[in-house]
């Protein structure tokens, strides 16, 4: 009896493991596909650079360097200047994102601003225009001659010197506020209404409400999308890359997204470019994981 009863609990274990790999399996293979690979091929380029033999005239051939390729490229001041650019973007970018956000699905989630449902709609559907045609749209509205804005506004040089920042960062803000804001009026509708209701009948106004009671419930959504607003910052690429053309401020290699690119397709040299890659990819971890532990800490 006692043999049954252990073979029936293995053969419940053994199923239950099944079960778990039949849902799982299709996700780590596909984590699998689109990130280890990638990350583990780039890797391998990272070690190997092209070298010419004689004069040239004898072909190139890929030879091992080992780390040389990532020691260029952190002695490269184009790839280290490009992160001076990402930290004032993100100085910038970031608590006008996330307060902007925060305030904007507190001010609907209070009930004072009408039409919700439709604001809610306005404020996200430009998070559903990609990256590209959202550029071409505030190029437009930047240049001169051709913008009402630049008119109206005086013939401000939006893509000239330093503006060049406050213009990317305006585009970005376009795209992800309302995308963060739905994240935020989402976890605020799951706050139990007897929480709010309790401070309200303590005296609590509607100001301190959402300062002291809303936002410490919803730290575990403002976390992940600081996180997230980072990580995205990083990788800053398509914004700057369409204004490239029009901006005397953004040059090709601007951020460190945009080094890799110009190093890959415009030196032809996929070593460097692939170590710039992996360099920013082991800054973004660590910069997730120390996010990640902060949040959790706090």
């Known amino acids: 009896m006692a043999v049954s009863s252990a073979a029936r609990d ?7 493991r099944g ?7 299709p996700f780590f293979a596909l984590f699998a596909a689109v990130i280890v690979a990638p990350l583990a091929y780039a890797v391998h380029l990272s070690l190997f650079s092209e070298k010419s033999s004689g004069l040239g005239f004898g ?8 780390l040389g390729n990532y020691l260029d490229t952190l002695k490269d001041s184009a790839f280290t200047d490009g992160f001076l650019v990402i930290l004032g973007y993100c100085l910038l970018y970031i608590p006008l994102m996330i307060g902007g956000a925060l305030g904007l699905a507190l001010l609907l989630d209070s009930g004072l601003a009408r039409a919700g449902k439709f ?3 306005a404020l996200f559907m430009p998070h559903i225009v990609p990256g590209v045609i959202a550029g071409l749209i505030w190029l437009y509205l930047y240049l001169p001659g051709i913008s009402p804005i ?9 893509l000239g010197g330093d503006n060049v920042l406050g213009a990317v960062v305006n585009i970005a803000l376009w795209e992800w506020i309302g995308y963060n804001m739905i994240i935020y009026f989402a976890a605020l509708q799951a706050i139990p209404a007897e929480v709010v209701e ?4 303590d005296g609590a106004g509607a100001v301190r409400i959402a300062l ?3 936002v410490p419930l919803i730290r575990g959504a403002v976390v992940t999308t600081v996180l997230f607003t980072i990580i995205g910052s990083l990788q800053l690429f398509t914004e700057p890359m369409v204004l490239d053309n029009s901006s005397d401020g953004v040059v090709s290699t601007w951020t460190p997204n945009m080094y890799a690119y110009n190093q890959a397709f415009g030196n032809n040299d996929i070593g460097q470019a692939g ?6 990819a082991l800054l973004a971890a660590g910069l997730s994981y120390g996010v990640t532990t902060w949040g959790n800490r706090r």
């Open 10 to 16: 293995g053969r419940e274990t053994w199923r239950r």
């Open 19 to 25: 079960a778990i790999l039949l849902f799982a399996g």
């Open 59 to 66: 072909g190139t051939e890929q030879v091992f360097v080992g």
């Open 119 to 121: 604001f809610q709609a």
């Open 150 to 158: 630049v008119e109206l506004l005086g013939e401000v040089d939006f």
């Open 198 to 201: 309790a401070a309200r009948m």
């Open 212 to 214: 002291r009671v809303k």
């Open 275 to 280: 170590a710039a890659s992996i360099i920013l």
